[in-house]
Nanobody
Framework: QVKLVESGGGSVQPGGSLRLSCAASGATLDHYSIAWFRQAPGKEREGVSCINDRDLSEHRTYYADSVKGRFIIDRNNAKNTVYLQMNSLKPDDTGVYYC???????????????????????WGKGTLVTVSS
């Protein structure tokens, strides 16, 4: 059983930054694709970013258009942790952020077309990000 725990959420002003972490236990992440989703009140959960298992892949990461250029996803397999660096935060970024894992080698769909909820095998419980003045 794989357990994912998010951390790093909080309340920030527009234009601020946060760094979210997704720490895994029960398995190593080197052969997993990891995605970040978010959900605002009254809205559906949306895929934000994804990173696959290939460190040297040309198609290694994905970003939703709404966060492209502002968010950066990265992974440290030695620490079994995936990060989401969020810069230039906007009020529309407010929501609960979830990390999720897909236990499949070379799951390119996640980084070419974006993450989908039903593709993911394991989920964290979320961390709240609030962006307001």
């Amino acid at each position: 059983q794989v357990k994912l725990v998010e951390s790093g959420g909080g309340s920030v002003q527009p234009g601020g930054s946060l760094r979210l972490s997704c720490a895994a236990s029960g398995a190593t992440l080197d052969h997993y694709s990891i995605a970040w989703f978010r959900q605002a009140p009254g809205k559906e959960r949306e895929g934000v970013s994804c990173i696959n298992d290939r460190d040297l892949s040309e198609h290694r990461t994905y970003y939703a258009d709404s966060v492209k250029g502002r968010f950066i996803i990265d992974r440290n397999n030695a620490k079994n942790t995936v990060y989401l660096q969020m810069n230039s935060l906007k009020p529309d970024d407010t929501g609960v952020y979830y990390c999720a894992a897909r236990a499949e080698l070379l799951f390119d769909q996640c980084v070419t077309q974006g993450p989908r909820e039903y593709d993911m095998d394991y989920w964290g419980k979320g961390t709240l990000v609030t962006v307001s003045s």
